[in-house]
């Protein structure tokens, strides 16, 4: 089974702050990384596929990058509606994982 | 508007069993693999089954695997997750998830979840 290890557990930032989000695979996973964005109370929802794709109608303040075992989720500008929690996920193997996540909260 | 609708959560005792149901819309619902991903209390998100668009494969994760089944009828646009000897562990929000594609399980469009409880 693939691990995925998320970085910080918890990031404190205040508006209009970058956030960078870490997400470490234990093995090459290529590109096939998501990332969700859930808000207390709500379904989770896709923000980013295959490392680097936005998905519809997710606000271009959002991006990823990295490949192999190494990947970042980069919020270049956080709005008030961006603190949240973030979870990455791995669909290169299966069982299809997710990491532990890294809540954004406001500093 | 793709939505997907859960339903069949509830209470129940360890050892007992429950079947929780996902209705989708706005997709053509046999084109696309199906998926079950919960959520502890206080927890993180796990993928707990998928099933493809033809219903022909079947995949769960091992904390599950020989007691939860995965179904689906295309007919209603309906998939299923039938649970049996279920366990305190086994607590959570059951989130139904569509498959971005065909065998690609990125989860594009999540339902609202159920809540499952199992406690005596």
């Known amino acids: 089974e693939i691990v995925l290890t998320q970085s910080p557990a918890t990031l404190s930032l205040s508006p209009g702050e970058r956030a960078t989000l870490s997400c470490r695979a234990s093995?090459?996973?290529?590109?096939?990384l998501n990332w969700y964005q859930q808000k207390p109370g709500q379904a989770p929802r896709l923000l980013i596929y295959d490392t680097s794709y936005r998905a519809p109608d997710i606000p271009a303040r959002f991006s990823g990058s990295g490949s192999g075992t190494d990947f970042t989720l980069t919020i270049s500008s956080l709005e008030p509606e961006d603190f949240a929690v973030y979870y990455c996920q791995q669909r290169s193997n299966w069982p299809w994982t997710f990491g532990q996540g890294t809540k954004v909260e406001i500093k | 508007e793709v939505q997907l609708l859960e339903s069949g959560g509830g209470s129940v005792q360890p050892g007992g069993s429950l079947r929780v149901s996902c209705e989708g819309s706005g997709f053509t619902f046999s084109d696309y693999a199906m998926n079950w991903v919960r959520q502890a209390p206080g927890k993180g998100l796990e993928w707990v089954s998928s099933?493809?668009?033809?219903?022909?494969?079947?995949q769960y994760a091992d904390a599950v695997k020989g007691r939860f089944t995965i179904s689906r009828d295309n007919s209603k646009n309906t998939v299923f997750l039938q649970m049996n000897n279920l366990r305190a562990e086994d607590t959570a929000i059951y989130y139904c998830?569509?498959?971005?594609?065909?065998?690609?399980?990125?989860?594009?469009?999540w339902g609202q979840g159920t809540r499952v409880t199992v406690s005596s």
């Open positions: 099933i493809s668009g033809n219903a022909r494969t079947a």
């Open positions: 998830a569509k498959g971005q594609a065909p065998f690609r399980y990125t989860f594009d469009f």
């Open positions: 093995q090459n996973i290529s590109a096939y």
